[in-house]
């Protein structure tokens, strides 16, 4: 099945903007990658910016999307047990969109959300997806008995960081994230049940 201009659009730019940065990037390079017209990327997306914004709004669906099939699969009878499949979810996601969260860490991105508010609009949506998942596993856990009295919250801020900064070693080849999912649930649960 053939993708339509649009999704082959999307697709080029994740992938140089992953590669080369946003401010690196040219619509002519979006162009010939494509094939499309810069006037028909222009049309799409009316310029770099809204691209940049349409690529994180997708990746915030697609996580949306994924994470409820995959919490659709399982049947998890604590919240700590949940907080761990989270934890798994989250090193797995990386993998198969591994362009994505390249883009996500990048230090540009970062410094766009200081100068645009809608870059920052939408970086805080996809990382407060996260947290929220975390942040209802851990209340499911207090409810439960499995996690102790903890700043839901906070917590779940302090397990993403940690999971988080874990991946971006990964993303960078400094370390391979898999090889410490062990410890990371490890290190979860003795912050999750010393409350």
């Known amino acids: 099945m053939k993708k339509n201009k649009k999704e082959a ?7 140089l903007f992953s590669a080369k940065g946003f401010k690196e990037t040219h619509m002519s390079e979006i162009s010939k990658m494509t094939g499309a017209a810069e006037g028909t990327i222009v049309y799409h997306f009316k ?19 994924e994470f409820a099939r995959y919490n659709k699969e399982k049947k998890l009878k604590t919240g700590l047990a949940m907080v761990e499949d989270i934890i798994s979810f989250y090193l797995q996601l990386a993998n198969s969109m591994e362009d994505r969260f390249l883009l996500l860490h990048r230090h540009e991105a970062y410094v766009r959300a200081h100068a645009s508010a809608a870059f920052r609009t939408h970086l805080e949506a996809i990382y407060t997806c996260f ?12 409810k439960d008995g499995s996690i102790g009295v903890v700043p839901a919250r906070k917590t779940a801020i302090i397990i993403f960081g940690m999971v988080d900064a874990v991946l971006r070693f990964n ?25």
């Open 171 to 195: 993303t960078y080849g400094l370390y391979n994230a898999g090889t410490l999912f062990n410890e990371l649930n490890l290190a979860s649960r003795r912050i999750l049940t010393a409350g």
């Open 9 to 15: 659009i999307l697709n080029a730019a994740i992938k």
């Open 47 to 65: 310029n770099k910016e809204n691209l940049f914004l349409t690529i994180l709004t997708e990746f915030q669906e697609n996580i949306v999307a």
């Open 131 to 142: 947290v929220d998942m975390f942040e209802r596993a851990i209340n499911l856990g207090k």
